[in-house]
C-alpha cells in the first residue's frame, strides 16, 4: 500500500501521485511476494511472478547447484554451468538435489536452449546438420553428404557423370527408388543387367569399369524395378525370368502380371493374395515346375486361349513343389505332369481349383503328394494319376465337377501299381452334373495292376449322379483293400470287363480283396434298405461266401451273424443260398438279380445298426 492514494486519475501530475509511483514500481520489480497494489488499488502480478520462476535462495534467489538444495516447486529453479534447471515431470516434490549433475539428473530438466545450442555446434555424430532436416525430406547433414541428386527416369541419372558418393533419387513409378554411386569394377554387372534394374551406368563410365550407380534394396525385388508392367496389358516374361535368373525369388505387388512359357524350376514367386495379384496368359504359363519350386497368394489363369497353367519339369524323377494359397482358374489343365514323369513330394496347401476344361490335375507318378484343405469345382474332371504311392487328398471338396472326381487308372505295362490313396474325410457333391457317373473311379489296365490301400473313412457322398459312388474297373489285376466306416451314401460297385469274365482266363475277377483272397467291408449307418453293395459279380465256376455280423453303434455288441453262399451257373445267372441266419429285423439281405447279386439292409432295421462283411471267394 502506497503513502497517499490520492486516487487521482491516471495521468495526474500531482507530485504525491509521483511519490506513490516510485514505490509501487519499487515493488512490481523488487518484491518477492505475487502480486503488488496500484495507487487506484488494482492488485497486479509482480515481475517474479510474471516470469514464473522462483529460485532456492532467500526472497526466491537463483543458486548455482550445489548438492542438498531443495527445489519444492516445478517452477523452482536452479543454475549450472550456464543453464537454468527446474525439476522434471517425474521428480518428486518437494526434490533435494544430490551429487548426481544437472545435466544427467533424471529428475531435473534444462528451461534454455543452451544444450541445443551446444548440439548444433558440436560436429559429433548425431549432432550439428543432423538435427535440421529439410522439408519432405532427409536432413542437413545426408543431403549434403550423399549428394542427392533428383530424377524421374533412368535415362537422366545415364546422363550424369557424378561421382563416388552421390545418390540419386529416382521417382519413376514402379521403378523408384535411391541408387548410390559406388567405386569398383562393374562391367560384368552392368552388361548383364539389360533392364537396368539394379546397376545403372553414368555418362563419364559407360562400361562401369571403375564406378556404378547401384539401387539400395533389401528382401526379394519387385518385378516392376525390370520396368514390368502391372495392368495385364503387355507381356513380362522377359523381365520376370530376367529377375528369377539373378535371384530365384519374386514379390509380385498388387496387379496382374501378363506371362507365356515362364520357367519356374527352383523358383519362388509370391504374391499379396489370391484377389490382389494374378498371373494371367494364353496357353501355357508355368512350365517345369519342381526341383523347389514355391508358389503363393495368388490367382492363375488363362485369358483367352486355354493352357496348361502349371505344367511339371519332364525328367524322371521332379523332386519338391509347393503351391500355397492359389487360385487356379480358366484352363485346360491347373497342374500337368501326364508326360511320363514321377513328381516327388509336391504339396497343394489351401488352393481352388475352377474352371479347367479337361482334368484339372493330371499325372502320370506321384509319390509323397499332398493335399491339403483344397477345393475342386466346377471342373470337366477333378484329378488323374496312373502310378506312385502315399498319395493324400484326405479333406478335400470335389463339387459339381462336369464327370468323374477321381481316376486312379494304373497303365497297361511298365509301372502299373499305386499303393496308398488317402481319400479320408473328403466331401463329394453333384459330381457327373454333365455325364453322369460316379464321384471316384478305380481302374486297372492290365492282370498285373495294383491299386492297393485306399482309405475312404468318413468320406461323405452327397447327391451322386449315379450308383455306385465308388466304382472299381479293370482287366484283372487287384484293387484291395479299401478301409470304409462312417461314410455317408458311400456305395462300391465292382464292374469287370466282360470278355475276361466270360474267358476265365488266368487273371482275378475279385478286384475288390485283401491280401488274402477275402473282400471286407465295413458298412455305413443307413437305416432300413440302405444298399451295401450292388452289382456284385461272382467269378465264372466259383462261390462266394459272404458272412454278415452286424452290431449296435451304442456299445460294438453283435446282434446278428449271417452267412450265405452265392453260386455262378454255366449261363451266368446267381444262386443264393442261406447257410445260417440267427438274425431278427437286424441284419442284412442278399439278393441276385440275374448275372449279379447285393447287398442290403434289412427293411425293419435302424440307423443304429451297422452291418460288416466278408466275402470270400471259394
Same mark, same amino acid.
Given at each position: 500500500?502506497?503513502?497517499?492514494?490520492?486516487?487521482?486519475?491516471?495521468?495526474?501530475?500531482?507530485?504525491?501521485?509521483?511519490?506513490?509511483?516510485?514505490?509501487?514500481?519499487?515493488?512490481?520489480?523488487?518484491?518477492?511476494?505475487?502480486?503488488?497494489?496500484?495507487?487506484?488499488?488494482?492488485?497486479?502480478?509482480?515481475?517474479?511472478?510474471?516470469?514464473?520462476?522462483?529460485?532456492?535462495?532467500?526472497?526466491?534467489? !537463483?543458486?548455482?547447484?550445489? =548438492?542438498?538444495?531443495?527445489?519444492?516447486?516445478?517452477?523452482?529453479?536452479?543454475?549450472?554451468?550456464?543453464?537454468?534447471?527446474?525439476?522434471?515431470?517425474?521428480?518428486? *516434490? $518437494?526434490?533435494?538435489?544430490?551429487?548426481? +549433475?544437472?545435466?544427467?539428473?533424471?529428475? *531435473?530438466?534444462?528451461?534454455?536452449?543452451?544444450?541445443?545450442?551446444?548440439?548444433?555446434?558440436?560436429?559429433?555424430?548425431?549432432?550439428?546438420?543432423?538435427?535440421?532436416?529439410?522439408?519432405?525430406?532427409?536432413? @542437413?547433414?545426408?543431403?549434403?553428404?550423399?549428394?542427392?541428386? &533428383?530424377?524421374?527416369?533412368?535415362?537422366?541419372?545415364?546422363?550424369?557423370?557424378? $561421382? @563416388?558418393?552421390?545418390?540419386?533419387?529416382?521417382?519413376?513409378?514402379?521403378? %523408384?527408388?535411391?541408387?548410390?554411386?559406388?567405386?569398383?569394377?562393374?562391367?560384368?554387372?552392368?552388361?548383364?543387367?539389360?533392364?537396368n534394374s539394379i546397376y545403372i551406368a553414368l555418362s563419364d563410365d559407360p562400361t562401369s569399369e571403375t564406378k556404378v550407380a547401384k539401387r539400395?534394396?533389401?528382401?526379394? $525385388?519387385?518385378?516392376?524395378?525390370?520396368?514390368?508392367?502391372? =495392368?495385364?496389358?503387355?507381356?513380362?516374361?522377359?523381365? +520376370?525370368?530376367?529377375?528369377?535368373?539373378?535371384?530365384?525369388?519374386?514379390?509380385?505387388?498388387?496387379?496382374?502380371?501378363?506371362? %507365356?512359357?515362364?520357367?519356374?524350376?527352383?523358383?519362388?514367386?509370391?504374391?499379396?493374395?489370391?484377389?490382389?495379384?494374378? !498371373?494371367?496368359?494364353?496357353?501355357?504359363?508355368?512350365?517345369?515346375?519342381?526341383?523347389?519350386?514355391?508358389?503363393?497368394?495368388?490367382?492363375?489363369?488363362?485369358?483367352?486361349?486355354?493352357?496348361?497353367?502349371?505344367?511339371?519339369?519332364?525328367?524322371?524323377?521332379?523332386?519338391?513343389?509347393?503351391?500355397?494359397?492359389?487360385?487356379?482358374?480358366?484352363? !485346360?489343365?491347373?497342374?500337368?505332369?501326364?508326360?511320363?514323369?514321377?513328381?516327388?513330394?509336391? /504339396?497343394?496347401?489351401?488352393?481352388?481349383?475352377?474352371?479347367?476344361?479337361?482334368?484339372?490335375?493330371?499325372?502320370?507318378?506321384?509319390?509323397?503328394?499332398?493335399?491339403?484343405?483344397?477345393?475342386?469345382?466346377?471342373?470337366?474332371?477333378?484329378?488323374?494319376?496312373?502310378?506312385?504311392?502315399?498319395?493324400?487328398?484326405?479333406?478335400?471338396?470335389?463339387?459339381?465337377?462336369?464327370?468323374?472326381?477321381?481316376?486312379?487308372?494304373?497303365?497297361?505295362?511298365?509301372?502299373?501299381? +499305386?499303393?496308398?490313396?488317402?481319400?479320408?474325410?473328403?466331401?463329394?457333391?453333384?459330381?457327373?452334373?454333365?455325364?453322369?457317373? $460316379?464321384?471316384?473311379?478305380?481302374?486297372?489296365?492290365? %492282370?498285373?495292376?495294383?491299386?492297393?490301400?485306399?482309405?475312404?473313412?468318413?468320406?461323405?457322398?452327397?447327391?451322386?449322379?449315379?450308383?455306385?459312388?465308388?466304382?472299381? /474297373?479293370?482287366?484283372?489285376?487287384?484293387?484291395?483293400?479299401?478301409?470304409?466306416?462312417?461314410?455317408?451314401? +458311400?456305395?462300391?460297385?465292382?464292374?469287370?470287363?466282360?470278355?475276361?469274365?466270360?474267358?476265365?482266363?488266368?487273371?482275378?475277377?475279385? /478286384?475288390?480283396?485283401?491280401?488274402?483272397?477275402?473282400?471286407?467291408?465295413?458298412?455305413?449307418?443307413?437305416?432300413?434298405?440302405?444298399?451295401?453293395?450292388?452289382?456284385?459279380?461272382?467269378?465264372?465256376?466259383?462261390?462266394?461266401?459272404?458272412?454278415?455280423?452286424?452290431?449296435?453303434?451304442?456299445?460294438?455288441?453283435?446282434?446278428?451273424?449271417?452267412?450265405?453262399?452265392? %453260386? &455262378?451257373?454255366?449261363?451266368?445267372?446267381?444262386?443264393?443260398?442261406? !447257410?445260417?441266419?440267427? =438274425?431278427?429285423?437286424?441284419?442284412?439281405?442278399?439278393?441276385?438279380?440275374?448275372?449279379?447279386?447285393?447287398?442290403?439292409?434289412?427293411?425293419?432295421?435302424?440307423?443304429?445298426?451297422?452291418?460288416?462283411?466278408?466275402?470270400?471267394?471259394?
Amino acid at each position: 500500500m502506497t503513502n497517499f492514494n490520492t486516487g487521482n486519475p491516471i495521468g495526474s501530475t500531482d507530485a504525491r501521485d509521483l511519490s506513490d509511483n516510485a514505490q509501487n514500481f519499487d515493488n512490481a520489480v523488487n518484491a518477492t511476494g505475487d502480486t503488488w497494489t496500484d495507487r487506484l488499488g488494482v492488485a497486479r502480478r509482480t515481475l517474479r511472478s510474471a516470469v514464473g520462476y522462483t529460485g532456492t535462495g532467500t526472497d526466491g534467489a !537463483i543458486q548455482s547447484y550445489t =548438492s542438498g538444495l531443495v527445489l519444492s516447486g516445478y517452477n523452482v529453479i536452479i543454475l549450472y554451468s550456464g543453464e537454468f534447471y527446474r525439476p522434471s515431470a517425474s521428480a518428486t *516434490l $518437494p526434490y533435494t538435489t544430490t551429487a548426481t +549433475l544437472p545435466d544427467v539428473d533424471s529428475n *531435473l530438466v534444462s528451461i534454455g536452449d543452451a544444450n541445443l545450442r551446444q548440439d548444433l555446434a558440436d560436429n559429433a555424430s548425431g549432432s550439428g546438420a543432423a538435427l535440421v532436416s529439410m522439408e519432405g525430406g532427409p536432413s @542437413v547433414e545426408e543431403a549434403v553428404l550423399d549428394r542427392v541428386i &533428383r530424377v524421374t527416369s533412368i535415362a537422366a541419372i545415364e546422363a550424369y557423370s557424378a $561421382p @563416388v558418393g552421390y545418390v540419386f533419387s529416382l521417382n519413376a513409378g514402379g521403378r %523408384s527408388g535411391n541408387f548410390d554411386v559406388i567405386a569398383g569394377d562393374f562391367s560384368t554387372e552392368i552388361a548383364a543387367d539389360t533392364f537396368n534394374s539394379i546397376y545403372i551406368a553414368l555418362s563419364d563410365d559407360p562400361t562401369s569399369e571403375t564406378k556404378v550407380a547401384k539401387r539400395r534394396y533389401s528382401g526379394a $525385388p519387385a518385378v516392376q524395378w525390370w520396368g514390368a508392367d502391372d =495392368s495385364g496389358a503387355i507381356d513380362i516374361t522377359a523381365e +520376370l525370368q530376367d529377375l528369377l535368373s539373378k535371384f530365384s525369388s519374386a514379390t509380385l505387388s498388387n496387379g496382374i502380371f501378363r506371362v %507365356s512359357e515362364l520357367d519356374v524350376e527352383g523358383k519362388r514367386i509370391v504374391g499379396l493374395g489370391r484377389s490382389a495379384t494374378t !498371373i494371367i496368359g494364353d496357353g501355357d504359363l508355368l512350365i517345369n515346375a519342381g526341383n523347389g519350386t514355391e508358389i503363393s497368394s495368388l490367382t492363375i489363369k488363362n485369358d483367352i486361349t486355354r493352357g496348361k497353367l502349371v505344367v511339371a519339369k519332364i525328367e524322371s524323377a521332379v523332386a519338391r513343389a509347393l503351391f500355397y494359397n492359389i487360385s487356379f482358374e480358366k484352363s !485346360i489343365s491347373h497342374i500337368y505332369g501326364n508326360d511320363g514323369q514321377d513328381l516327388v513330394h509336391w /504339396l497343394c496347401d489351401s488352393c481352388v481349383f475352377n474352371d479347367a476344361s479337361d482334368w484339372s490335375r493330371k499325372f502320370s507318378g506321384l509319390w509323397a503328394y499332398e493335399e491339403r484343405h483344397c477345393y475342386t469345382w466346377f471342373n470337366l474332371y477333378g484329378f488323374f494319376v496312373t502310378r506312385g504311392a502315399n498319395i493324400s487328398l484326405a479333406g478335400g471338396v470335389f463339387e459339381f465337377n462336369q464327370s468323374l472326381a477321381i481316376h486312379v487308372q494304373t497303365a497297361s505295362s511298365g509301372n502299373v501299381e +499305386l499303393y496308398g490313396l488317402d481319400l479320408s474325410n473328403a466331401y463329394f457333391e453333384s459330381n457327373g452334373n454333365v455325364t453322369p457317373g $460316379p464321384d471316384i473311379l478305380l481302374e486297372n489296365n492290365s %492282370s498285373i495292376g495294383r491299386i492297393k490301400n485306399i482309405n475312404l473313412t468318413g468320406s461323405t457322398f452327397w447327391l451322386s449322379t449315379e450308383s455306385p459312388t465308388v466304382k472299381l /474297373l479293370g482287366r484283372g489285376g487287384h484293387i484291395y483293400p479299401i478301409q470304409t466306416g462312417g461314410n455317408k451314401d +458311400l456305395t462300391i460297385n465292382p464292374v469287370f470287363n466282360s470278355d475276361v469274365t466270360s474267358s476265365n482266363s488266368n487273371v482275378s475277377d475279385d /478286384l475288390y480283396q485283401t491280401d488274402n483272397g477275402k473282400f471286407r467291408l465295413q458298412g455305413s449307418f443307413g437305416g432300413s434298405g440302405t444298399v451295401q453293395l450292388s452289382g456284385r459279380v461272382v467269378p465264372q465256376g466259383k462261390s462266394q461266401l459272404i458272412t454278415i455280423t452286424t452290431i449296435s453303434s451304442g456299445n460294438g455288441t453283435s446282434f446278428a451273424t449271417q452267412q450265405f453262399l452265392v %453260386s &455262378r451257373k454255366s449261363n451266368g445267372d446267381h444262386l443264393t443260398s442261406t !447257410i445260417f441266419d440267427d =438274425s431278427s429285423g437286424v441284419g442284412c439281405d442278399v439278393t441276385v438279380s440275374g448275372s449279379s447279386y447285393g447287398v442290403s439292409n434289412k427293411g425293419s432295421m435302424s440307423t443304429t445298426f451297422q452291418p460288416f462283411i466278408v466275402i470270400e471267394t471259394v
